[in-house]
């Protein structure tokens, strides 16, 4: 009963967005090419690693109306700060959400993390609620960008079950003066927890990226 | 008893038999008189050519066969020795019809040389116009023409009724004929109001004295072309604001605190447990920062040059569009449709 009405409630609000007038009108959407430099805290059974290294990726987005979907996608290498072993970063989110005012975003979708080592693969994989909000600082050229995560569910293909998990992203962006690109400055924060206290993972990443169209 | 009834009687034959003389057309009196004055009965022919001129009501002479009953009086004057009662008649012939000519055919040269020095003393004009002329303001399609009787001065004006000039169309000489023409403008060079007026032409000698005032009355109907309305005042909703209002400083204010103390405060509560980096703490102050740069760069009442800008060359365009209307009516105005009426004439001579 409690996910039905949760189910109804998220129906209404993007029902209600979509019929409103002054609605983000229109189709539109961008593509942003984005360095990142994460540093990852994992800890297990007392063990601290400390792994840091850069990333690559793209972020792109289509806006329909007040729908819009987003994709995010980097990897790149990672060196531990203990035996300075390598493995590889691949992230990757998709998010879908609804815009019911204009500085307001609400939308769910799957965002998961993966280190690839010669070891093998370890994927964090949690579905997320979003909660985004973005205003302008001075129009036409600087806005900011807030954007929290939380966990609904996950999962840890490691044999562990999945406790919690959450994240947090800021973003300046700048237009670039006579060009249609936008720069942007941002740190972000993803967080997962296992059960019973077994272990955490934590990424911290500052981010570096221009994008093109909105 | 028989005697009085052999006088009414009497009485009543002569009255009966009076009666055809007394009947006798206007017109017929003039043929009468013609025919004494060739049999050399000047008295009489004298006699039925002023009982015939002195008709009146539905017997008056109509003015062809007056001005010939005039000439043949002041030829039978003349013959009598008469000269002035000639003259006089001969002065009533110019003031009928300034462009009358004795036939020179049927008067001797003694006569035509009379008539024509009368003539040439009297000065009389003659106006001809239509009854109805509907001109364009400002194009000078009026044209009433004058007739002289002999060559001198006049000078035609456009009077209101109250005798206050509102334009005068000529003064100069005129000989045998002078066409005017009048533009339906007065003085001020703006079409004649509609009203009652005069076109009052005054014969004056060479001295300067007004001898004659021809008055010929004249119903103007001034009609203005339709003019275009203003265009109005573009509406506020296509005037962009002037100045900053509360809304774009506050979202910078807000945003930016918000952005920054998010980026601050939040991942220690997203991982409250690890080690995190400082350097969250410049892109927090950078967006805070910002914002607070954005509040004041966006604060309310703060002028907004480009929208000024924008609104001045809308109202510029407006100002433009009211002077084109004004300058296309001031044109229609001018082209203003007269419609000329005009009345029977009088004449004031003035006493020399």
Redesign the interface.
Known sequence: MCRLLQNVSVLAMVAHALASPTAAQGFGGEVRAVVGFPTVNREALATVDRLTGTAFGLDAGVRFWRLELTVRYLQGPLESSIDQTKSDLVQGTVALQVRPIDFLTVGIGPQARSYISEGGTERWLAWEGRLGVDTWLLRPALRSALVLSYALGGSVNTGSAFSKGGSIEGRLEARIPRTPLWAAVGYRVEHGSLGANTGTDTLEEFLLSVAVGR | MIRPRIWLLAVCGAFLLAEPAAGQGSGELVQRGIQAYRDLELPTAVGLIRRALAAQGDDTLPEPARLEALSYLGAAEFVRGRNDSAAAAFRRIVQLDPRYRLDPLVFPPELTALFASVRRDTKVVEAELPAVATIAAGSGEFAPRLFASSFHEVRVTIERTDGVPARQVYEGLISDSLELRWDGLDATGAPLQSGRYVLAIESRLASGQVVRILRVPLDIESNPADTVDHPPLPPDSLFLPERVTRG?GL??L???L??GV??AV??L???P?????A??IA??G??AL??V??FF??RPGRPIAANVRANELLRQDWRARVGEVAQLNAGRRSIAEIVVRAGPPTVIDVAR
Do not use: F, H, W, Y
């Open positions: 774009p979202e910078a807000v945003g930016g918000v952005g998010g980026i939040l991942p509560v997203v991982a447990d690890a080690d995190l980096s350097g969250r892109v927090a950078t967006v910002t914002g740069i954005g760069k966006q």
